[in-house]
T-cell receptor, first 112, second 111 residues
């Protein structure tokens, strides 16, 4: 497909479990972003990659959150020791360099 | 984000009516983006505005960025059920690519 894809679409985790969320950006897009969207709110910035370099991680809420993009393409957002407040939709977006960001369908994480 | 205020929070309109959604920032906007989101789905790009006074239209949706680049409006003419969803404004509030978003406006269109 030509768009941004994310997997899994839905994830249920028990409190304390580690989770890994995957993002496949549009081929050739340099920039990749992760956002967190709580119910009834707009997305909030987590982190930003330009190719494989993580240029901004100011939005990561705690050191339990870790993101990587080792080859400048696919990215993984990992959350360790999940807590109930981590329940949200995690959105990935990619863009060519500057300008419009293309969003994936999101991963809905529920922590019990 | 509290940096971007959207109004109204929700809106119910009769099919065929016009409507306007506003997005206001206390800071200068470096690019203003309008997205639409359906429940459980990602964001669909609608329009991007960068220059003060800029106005763009696509089908029945028009977006404007005011001269001072601190407010934008999204106007839908002759609304249809297909326009229903959540409209989000996103903006670069500092140079770079990071976007901050408003809380969204939920639009329902009654047939």
């Amino acid at each position: 497909g030509a768009g941004v894809s994310q997997s899994p679409r839905y994830k249920v985790a028990k409190r304390g479990q580690d989770v890994a969320l995957r993002c496949d950006p549009i081929s050739g897009h340099v920039s990749l972003f992760w956002y967190q969207q709580a119910l009834g709110q707009g997305p909030e910035f987590l982190t930003y990659f330009q190719n494989e370099a993580q240029l901004d991680k100011s939005g990561l809420p705690s050191d339990r959150f870790f993101a990587e993009r080792p080859e400048g393409s696919v990215s993984t957002l990992k959350i360790q020791r999940t807590q109930q407040e981590d329940s949200a939709v995690y959105l990935c977006a990619s863009s060519p360099q500057l300008g419009e960001q293309f969003f994936g369908p999101g991963t809905r994480l529920t922590v019990l | 984000s509290q940096e971007l205020e959207q109004s109204p929070q929700s809106l119910i309109v009769q099919e065929g009516k016009n409507l306007t959604i506003n997005c206001t920032s206390s800071k200068t906007l470096y690019g203003l983006y309008w997205y639409k989101q359906k429940y459980g789905e990602g964001l669909i790009f609608l329009m991007m505005l960068q220059k003060g006074g800029e106005e763009k239209s696509h089908e029945k949706i028009t977006a404007k960025l005011d001269e001072k680049k601190q407010q934008s409006s999204l106007h839908i003419t002759a609304s249809q059920p297909s326009h229903a969803g959540i409209y989000l404004c996103g903006a670069g509030l500092e140079y770079g690519n990071k976007l901050v978003f408003g809380a969204g406006t939920i639009l329902r269109v009654k047939s």
